[in-house]
């Protein structure tokens, strides 16, 4: 009974609403509401009936009886704990919805409610000709409401679904006239039983009818043109109801059809993947987006068809597809129907994030869930296909996240807009915690993960350390910029967690919401768009790298090299080496100055932490000297490129990259010595990039610029921010007595140690011309002349200035006592298992090796005590001289025109570009460039399958109908 | 922008060191590098191995902070003593300066010019005028030598004289410079 | 009589095959909406052929076709049913084809499929 | 040309792949599958002598259901979108044989329509036919005047009426015999008679009327999206 | 602890005169190249007395300030670091704070320290200057711890004691015969080290007066001038080390700094001057082709 009522429910209430819709409007949808509401209790009992939520509760069976008799001869329709779960999700989205659209355009709430029922039929569906009616009610009322809704190109639309589902109905009945008179039946379950050539042609035919109506790749075209012109909050209601009903039968037949090999359908739906994703990569109509998304969708359904069976299809379908469709229903809420070009123009983007992580599949989210399964599933089945949807997938994600980021609207005050959108969202969220909750667990990365220990424990005084002092500088943003504070604190934390967490899986999972709630950090940015998206886009990549690492490596069927590499691959692209530095060098100079502190300073330490723990030391050994030359390289090429650079920010982000190269390089020597020295520098390297990073943060929130050109001078007017800066210049650029000595000391006696001669020169140079954008960096902001209008300008607030002092002391103490860190580090790397080379003796303050020897602390003391001498010589031997003014410069006799032309900050090392001009300009934006341009390239020969044309369309059909048919005929003897 | 403080009048109270300091000021001459008119010309000769200025320690520096001695070659128009005014203050005490050709005595040839300078001593303390028009390098070594001469004897005071006569010096050059924009005094 | 069932089979592929070719080249969108109901009535043809048995009356057991015997006497009812649902299903998907194709054309100023061809890529 | 030629070809690609299907599509002979066990069995069920309309109304009850409301959606459709964009021709005047016709010939129409419609278990006939002549009664009318019948303001009410009736039919069977749609639930009674084959008149009936108010409304629709005189 | 520190004070004061006895020496050297006279032996004192004991001096800043004695710590700082006679346990000074890399560092703290006072001069020749100089710094250095690290792997050390140790025992053992290459790369790195010319593009008076001291008078420039003098002969010492073969006691290691400063003299004289962009280039590409070779012949 319940059954019933929560199926029939909303069509008797369309009836009912059909009389009263024109003559009282309000009732109407109060009705709607109402026989919605009781629908949702009715399924809701059911789903609890059922356990739908507890283990084994999807495949609980419920079934509804109609008509006299059972099946064959009469029908059944079938809740299961999966559809009765779905079928909350469709109620959930039509009440959602129902406001927007219904509120909006009088007469559409019988039809709506229809659709509710119809889809839940579709859903529950066990007869064959009964889905094919249940089809066409939802094709006719999608056609019927798209034609009522407010959008400028609705006739289009209208006519092209109403031509896709003409094509449907006759291929549908031709399926049905070959089945009933094969097998004499109409049940689905008949159809599984079909053999011989009937069988080729019901499942060519029923295969078509299915891509079609998912729009999966290449059937596609009519879906894209459908999201791009249909009323958007139509289009809401349409994602949670029939498009989720229609993916779910389609589950549902994709098990049922007598295919020869069901493997055929995962390599359909990869290669559809892969290819439609591509074709989308250059879509700016967000859309059509969101088109090409539920295009995604659909190929993962093919793909899980043929690969994953019983239980496990069940719960992941469920997952992704509900879940997706809730989020496409929230996202669709919140567009303004009203603006024909741009539906979201007017949300930012920050609203828009949770739907399109949600999309994407970012951890915690629930479809991530259900993606590691379906990626362990392939990654047992064939490594290359799960390459292949990981690459697809990596192509939605990117779409995803030039649409997220292209929004950069205000703030959306209206209420009307909101509403149903913060309950989607909500409900999203809830989703999240309760997948989340009962995620399954056990994966684990390859090697010795997570030994504790002081390199352990180093880590997470790192990730603590750095969020916690980064933090305070991150309540007020600066010029222009929103406080990111939260997301730093998000981030922070999950950094913090990552050396606590107990598998790969949670790794990977921490990882990731450390990665993105940074990237919605770096979004709060003055200029946030482009920096935001290339962040987003390198996180991903590292994210999928990672996460076919992490499945590769449960897997059986792979070598265990494979996943080093991806897992080497993540880190690089993590801390931009080896040409990722793109990502970091945009995301660095628009980001908040504060969270680019956090994200150099603290958060690219992941990577490391990543590579030192991941690698037992045998498996990247192989890697080992490929790793060194691109620590190398990428150290040498940003160091010159910093050199080169005139914004602070970008300045930074290439030392950054730059410096980190050492780190890589020190792990690539798979040594005691190399490793010490690349935890060493990582430390160093936490503190500088920190101080300097917070010290950028305080000159651009006083001076509004970050421009070499109209900076300088500012020593005068902010001292101690620039002593910091000078001290962790110096410390960078491996002056002695301060602690980036140490490091360069450490690895120039690896590399030596392991013959690595070239590798040291090219470091060597590296730190040399590090020295040119070091002195640079000093010059052009605290040096020179002061632009009188920085007269006013004060010394950096206390919230930045203050834990620029801490890492400042830190620095100092580890500078002068490097053996404070040093006693504790070597012996932890030296235990560590399979790492060669000798080991480094400390004796007192003095550290040697066979080598060589470094006494920190004597070197302190003789430059302390010679530059004392000096000092007090000077000051004693004669009188004070007078401080003049700024202008004050022997200038030919003349007076200099003004500060800002005597300032001499811009194209700094004109010569040194002369000089590399024999080299060929590479750049990486035009490498990544020229990838993405190929890329669009090849999306665009895809793209071009989409002309428009609903007879274009309707062809795609039947070619791939005749293909199949071919196909399969040829494979079966 | 610009340092406006007057300096102090000079003091002298280092008498112990006094005679080993101008010895060494007078065998260490480091001259300004700046042509003010037509005798530079004859400076260059100074390098060559023929007259070797080298010799008696004279060098040239391209910039006023790091020179002692500021040669004025030849007549000063209006334009340039302004320039002239600002090396010569910026250099670090002591500080001499050795005035070559008769323009810079009296005028010579430019005596009516509407905008030649006719006696320099008025608007910077001259130690050492060397006559001629122009005065050979010979010369201008006979008037090194002078210089160094009148160093050894504690002589060579122009630079107290102009700090001194601050006021003096400002109120002739300010009458002969119209636009007037130096700071009150160019360190 | 294999003959006429057959031909009734070809006829209805025949029109199926000439609505499909209709819809994919005509440019008029009413002709391709008429093309598409050929193609429908070549499907239901094909429907109720499949229930066809040679020499068999209708499915109604009045006094000419006593219960007993019905087994060996009527033809398929299924088809006939289904048929019925699929024409009034055809019916209604007409109607509304022929409004959005109407009004389509009235308010795009064309009936020209090509020109509809805004969305894309 | 090219276009209309790759597409013929594709056509006959298609086709000529299919033909391989022609063996297993052999004309039967014997009734099997469920085809017999309908003829076996459906008037023991059903108590209803046309066994299409068994199968339409009692064993695929819901096949039908659905059906009405594909008519309902479209119907529904087809009013909602003329009404937000009128098509703003109105009616031509009735010529005088309409005009007339219309007078005389709907009573009849209806009065067949209403026999096809109750007597759908016994003869040929059924809901649909029944209820798409009383439909064409009602176009007849309405072609007889220039202006939209008065009776069309009930036609909602009618529709909803029949819909509602239908549905709760429907719930009836599910409330006591756990089956929706069975007709058994009030006894099949005498097969052959009139009252008979338990709900289906009932459900026929409110099948035609659903019918004929959703053509009828169709008709209305586009009468008054042209704007009446 | 006492020896040390009076050690460390003769070697400075020692290393400052013998820097200006050899400035002054080369001033005259080069006088005779052109066919003069030359200044006084003794020139270099009295210009530093002259500096020193100036009446008044300007400053700029912070910076400005303590650029001076930045480049007196780097020149003494590596001058300690040094081992000035092998064997000699008092003139090894601070030698066993740190081998050949932290004194390759250390010779930066000089040079950065001159910058950041000739930053904060706000003289934009002097920065120029710097940028110049920065851009030279970095070509040389590259081959001449290219130089350097060929003597460390083939010497497998680090330690400058154990180079010297390494070449005693006829003159076939130093550097200079058993790393030839290495050893001329390092010569020429020499003499941009050194500034003279050709690659005398930081100091070009002619160009930019006078580079990085542009704005230093009096006093600060005595320090910047004891400083470079202290540095130069901390190089020397460097180099005698590292290449020819140690100084054993106070003649050779006399007469070997003496010789090797000559050798700059009889180069510059007759060379113009690069551009900056020719300097860096040719510093990147001839000595490190040279280091190259013999790079190959140790790792092989």
Known sequence: MVTALAVFLPLLGAFLTAWLTHRNERLSLLITRLFLLAGLAAILVIAARLGAVTDGGLENTMILRTGVMTPPLSIDLKVTGWSALAAVVVYVGALLGVGRFSGRIPGTQPLLLTLVTTSLGLMFATDFFNSFVFIEIGSIITIGLTAAGRCRRRWEVALKTAMISGLVTILYLLAVVIVYRTTGELRLTAISTMTGFPAILVSGLLLTVIMTEIKAFPLSGWGLDFYQGVDKNFAAVYSSTWSLAVLLWSARMLTVLPLPDPGVLARIGAGGLVLGQLAGLRQRDPGRMMGYSTSAYASILLILAGTVHGADYLSLTLLFFTFASLSKTTVFLMADPEEEDDPWKKVSGYVLLLPLLCITGIPPFPVFWAKIRMLTVLADISPLLMGAVILGLFFESVYIYRLWSSRTGPWQKKRKYFDAAFMGAALLAAGTVWTAAGAEQGLSLSGELFRAGFVRDLFLAIFAGGTLLSLPGAFRGGPGEKSPAVWMLVSGVALTLLPLSGNGLTFYVLWEISAFAAVIGVSKGARPSEGTFWFAVFAGAAGYLLLASLVLSDGAVSSPGIPMLLVAAAALLKMGQGGAHLWNVRAYSTAPSTMAAFLSGTSSKAAVFLLVFSASAAAILPLGTSLAWIGALTALGMAAMASLESDYKKVLAYASVSQLGYVIMGIGLTSVLGWTAAIYHTFNHFLFKSILFLGAAGVIARTGTSDYDSLGGLVKRMPLTFTFTLISVIAFAGVPPLSGFGSKWLLYNALVEQGMLPLALVAMFASVVAFLYAFRLLYAVFLGQLAPRHYEVKEAPLAVLAPQGVFTAVLMALSFRPTLLLDRLVPAVASIAGLGGEIPVIEGTALSTSLGYWDAWSVGMMVMGVFGFAFVFYWISGRRPIHVGQLDIGFAGELPPSPEEVHYAGDFFRPFRRALAFLPEIHASKVFGGIVKTADLAGDVFRSLFTGDARTYLLHSLIILTVMILWMKGGTP | MYCNKIPDKPVDNEKIWKKLDDLARANSLWITAYGTGCGAIELRPLHTSRFDMERFGIAMRPTPRQSDVLIISGYLSVKTLKRVIRVYEQIQDPKYILALGSCTIDGGMYFDSYNTINILDRYIPVDVYVNGCMPRPEAVIDGFILLMKKIKEGKAVGWKRYKENLEYYRKNQREIIRNWDLPDYNW | MNVFYWTVAGTASGLIIVGLWGVLTRKNILRIGLAFTIADTGVNLLLVWSGYLPGRTTPILNGDVPAAEAVSAVVDPLPQALVLTSIVIGVAVAALFVVVAVLASRRLGTADIRRMKELKW | MIRTL???????????????????????????????????????????????????????????????????????????????????????????????????????????????????????????????????????????????????????????????TFGLLGLWGTMTLGQFLNNRVIGIGNPGYLVSAGIIPLVSLAIGVKVASEFSGIFAAFRKSGGNR | MTRLLVSVILTSLGALVYGLLLGGVSRVITASIHGRIGPRLTQNFIDLWKLFRKESSIHHGTMFWMAPMFRLTGGIGVLLLVPIIAGNSVLTNMSFSGDLLLVLYFMFFGCLGMALGAGDSGHPYAVVAVSRGLLQMSAYELSFSAAVLVLALGLGTFSIENIVSAQQGGILNWNVFRFPFATAAALITFLPMNMTYPFNIVLAPQEIPIGPPTEYSSRFLSFMFSGRAIFGVAKLILFVNLFFGGAGSWSSLLIKTFLLYMYPLFVSPVFPRFRTEQSVRFLWFVPTSLVAVDLLRVIL
């Open chain 4, 6 to 164: 790759f597409v013929l070809l594709v056509l006959l690609v298609l086709a000529a792949a299919a033909t391989s299907v022609i063996p297993h599509l052999k004309m039967r002979t014997e009734l099997d599958g469920a085809g017999l066990e309908y003829a076996r069995r459906g008037l023991e069920d059903t108590g209803s002598i046309n066994l299409v309309t068994a199968v339409i109304v009692a064993y695929r009850g819901l096949d039908t259901l659905g059906e009405v409301v594909v008519l309902f959606s479209a119907a529904t459709s087809v009013m909602l979108i003329l009404s937000l964009f009128p098509l703003g021709r109105g009616p031509t005047d009735p010529s005088f044989i309409v005009a007339h016709t219309a007078r005389v010939l709907p009573a009849p129409i209806m009065l067949l329509a209403v026999y096809f419609t109750t007597h759908s278990h016994l003869s040929p006939g059924g809901g649909f036919p029944g209820g798409t002549i009383m439909a064409s009664a009602f176009l007849l009318v309405m072609l007889g005047s220039s202006s939209t019948p008065a009776g069309s303001k009930i036609l909602p009410a009618l529709e909803a009426l029949s819909g509602t």
